[in-house]
C-alpha cells in the first residue's frame, strides 16, 4: 500500500518510477536484514530529497516511516513466533523419528500427510463458517458464538499442522543435504 502510494506520487511528479522503485526494494531488503528501520527509511526520504526535489513525496515518506516501522516491527515478532512453532514441531519430530528421512519417498509421503490434515482444518472452518452465516441469519446468537469456538480451534489446528508440514519441508532439505554430502564423497 505505502510502494502503491509512493509510485502513484512518483507518477505525479513525473519521477522515474524504476529508480524509486529500486530504491524503495533496497530499503525494504535493509529492514528486512535487520538494519535500523528508520535509519534506513531516513536515506531513503533523503535519497528522494535529493534526486528528486519532491517536496509532497518526502512529506508523504516521512509521515509514512514511522507507520513502515512498527508494520516491520509487528510483522517481525509475528515471524519469530511462526518459527518458534516451526522450530519446535522440528525437534519434536527428529527427536520422535530420527534427524533425516530414510528416503525422499517417506518425507514427500509424510508431507502430503501433513498437508492433507492441513486441508482437512480449512475445509472444517470453511464448513463452520457456512453454518455461522446460516445462524446469524436465525438471529441464533447462542449458536454463533458456539461455532465461533469451533473456528478458533480449527484455526488453531490449521496453523499446527501448517507448521508441521513446515517443519517436515526443513527435515526434507536436511535429508538432501546429507545425500548430497555423502554423493560428494
Known amino acids: 500500500m505505502c510502494q502503491e502510494k509512493i509510485l502513484d506520487l512518483v507518477d505525479i511528479n513525473m519521477l522515474d518510477k524504476k529508480d524509486v522503485e529500486d530504491r524503495i526494494k533496497a530499503c525494504v531488503n535493509l529492514v528486512q536484514a535487520g538494519e535500523n528501520k528508520e535509519e534506513a527509511i531516513q536515506d531513503f526520504v533523503g535519497w528522494v530529497m535529493e534526486n528528486f526535489r519532491s517536496q509532497r513525496l518526502c512529506d508523504y515518506l516521512e509521515h509514512e516511516s514511522s507507520h513502515f516501522a512498527m508494520e516491520q516491527e509487528e510483522n517481525s515478532v509475528h515471524e519469530n513466533k511462526v518459527f518458534d512453532l516451526v522450530n519446535a514441531q522440528l525437534e519434536f519430530a527428529r527427536g520422535k523419528y530420527g534427524e533425516k528421512f530414510h528416503s525422499l519417498h517417506e518425507g514427500w509421503a509424510v508431507m502430503l500427510e501433513e498437508a492433507e ?32 469456538e469451533d473456528v478458533r480451534i480449527d484455526c488453531n489446528n490449521g496453523i499446527v499442522e501448517l507448521s508441521q508440514v513446515s517443519a517436515v519441508v526443513q527435515k526434507m532439505m536436511d535429508t538432501i543435504e546429507a545425500i548430497e554430502i555423502l554423493n560428494r564423497n
Not at 486441508?119 to 446469524?136: C, K
Open 117 to 148: 490434515e492441513s486441508e482437512e482444518a480449512f475445509l472444517e472452518i470453511r464448513q463452520s463458517l457456512e453454518e455461522i452465516w446460516a445462524a446469524i441469519k436465525e438471529d441464533d446468537f447462542v449458536r454463533v458464538n458456539d461455532l465461533l
